[in-house]
C-alpha cells in the first residue's frame, strides 16, 4: 500500500518561492509517473506539472517557467520548485501516482494548503 505525504506548503507573499515535497512509503515508484495537481476553492481539481518514469516533464501552461518538478528515485520522493507565486497559484497541492503509467493517478496525496498574499 503507499502512502504519500506532502509538505512545504504555507503563506508567501506574491512574486515569492516555496518547494513541495511529497515522500512516498509502501513501495518503490522509480518505474512510475508523478505528478502535482491543486484545487482552488471553488475550482475543479486541475493538473499542474508530471514528471514520467523516464524522467520526462509536463507543465501547464500556467506553470511553465515558473515551477519545477523533480524526482528524487533514492528518496522516492517528488518535488515542486514554485518561483513567482502569484496569488492565483493558492490551492491545495496535492502529488499523486499513476503506477502503470495508463495516464490515470490511482494514488493521491493528503494535499498540503499554498495560499500566496498580493
Known amino acids: 500500500q503507499v502512502q504519500l505525504v506532502e509538505s512545504g506548503g504555507g503563506l508567501v507573499q506574491a512574486g515569492g518561492s516555496l518547494r513541495l515535497s511529497c515522500a512516498a512509503s509502501?513501495?518503490?515508484?522509480?518505474?512510475?509517473?508523478l505528478g502535482w495537481f491543486r484545487q482552488a476553492p471553488g475550482k475543479e481539481r486541475e493538473f499542474v506539472a508530471t514528471?514520467?518514469?523516464?524522467?520526462?516533464?509536463d507543465y501547464a501552461d500556467s506553470v511553465k517557467g515558473r515551477f519545477t518538478i523533480s524526482r528524487d528515485n533514492a528518496k522516492n520522493t517528488v518535488y515542486l520548485q514554485m518561483n513567482s507565486l502569484q496569488p492565483e497559484d493558492t490551492a491545495v497541492y496535492y502529488c499523486a501516482v499513476d503506477i502503470g503509467r495508463s495516464g490515470r493517478y490511482e494514488i493521491w496525496g493528503q494535499g498540503t494548503q499554498v495560499t500566496v498574499s498580493s
Open positions: 514528471i514520467r518514469w523516464s524522467l520526462t516533464t
Open positions: 509502501g513501495r518503490t515508484l522509480r518505474m512510475a509517473d
